[in-house]
């Protein structure tokens, strides 16, 4: 019935409803491809997606494979960090006692300036030695490691544990002779040497006391 309206149109009430039903239908086909069925194929899935929560088989730990040899010039930044910082407060712990007994006056304040003083000289000289040495001692590390002298040389198939020693040995005498090297051959020769004892020593230590090489991450440590 036309109440007043103009063009007199009439919208029937169940035109909206049978359109909305159709839309809803359509909706309901549209459910795109069958999901796939893994249980009939040979996907496991506690290989394809274990973060899933899908797990089987016993539990055991997964391993990261882990080569020493790639890690650089992160082991110079290390090595070259952790030697200075162990070098500046032993020489900071070196000069206190020194700046008190060196102190010109018993008050506090000039006792106070004669102990940072001897602190400072004593901790950035030490810290400056330490560091440069682990420097060297990585670069060399690094590139023994680099170019396999441990296979190149033989010493692997002589012995695992002499294989082992050939680049932390390069770095130890490389590291005292190019230190040394200004003072002479044979101040260079001796440091070079100490250094191949030092590598040596901590090898044998290591190897009575059971403790893998290298443990400490620092040096040939």
């Known amino acids: ?106 008050q506090l304040r000039v006792r106070i300036n004669s102990v940072l003083n001897q602190c400072s000289k004593y901790g950035s000289r030490a810290g400056n030695t330490l560091g440069v040495f682990a420097v060297l001692y990585s670069l060399y590390e690094v590139m023994a490691d680099q170019y396999d002298l441990e296979e190149r040389l033989g010493a692997n198939a002589i012995s695992p544990t002499l294989g082992s020693m050939v680049a932390p040995g390069l770095g130890a005498v490389g590291a005292g002779v190019t230190y040394y090297a200004p003072s002479g051959v044979r101040a260079a020769g001796l440091a070079g040497a100490i250094g191949l004892a030092s590598v040596g020593a901590t090898f044998t230590l290591y190897g009575m006391l059971g403790i893998p090489y290298g443990r400490g991450g620092f040096l040939f440590f």
């Open 1 to 106: 019935p036309n109440n007043g309206n103009k063009a007199g149109i009439y919208h029937s009430p169940n035109a909206s409803y049978n359109k909305a039903s159709k839309m809803n239908n359509n909706d309901n086909d549209d459910s795109g491809a069958p999901l796939p069925d893994f249980r009939s194929s040979g996907i496991q899935l506690q290989t394809v997606a274990p973060a899933l929560g899908v797990t089987g088989g016993a539990n055991t730990p997964d391993y990261i494979d882990y080569d020493p040899k790639t890690r650089g010039f992160n082991t110079v930044f290390a090595n070259a960090g952790t030697a200075y910082l162990t070098g500046a407060f032993g020489g900071m712990f070196y000069g206190l006692p020194r700046g008190l007994q060196s102190s010109p006056s018993p």
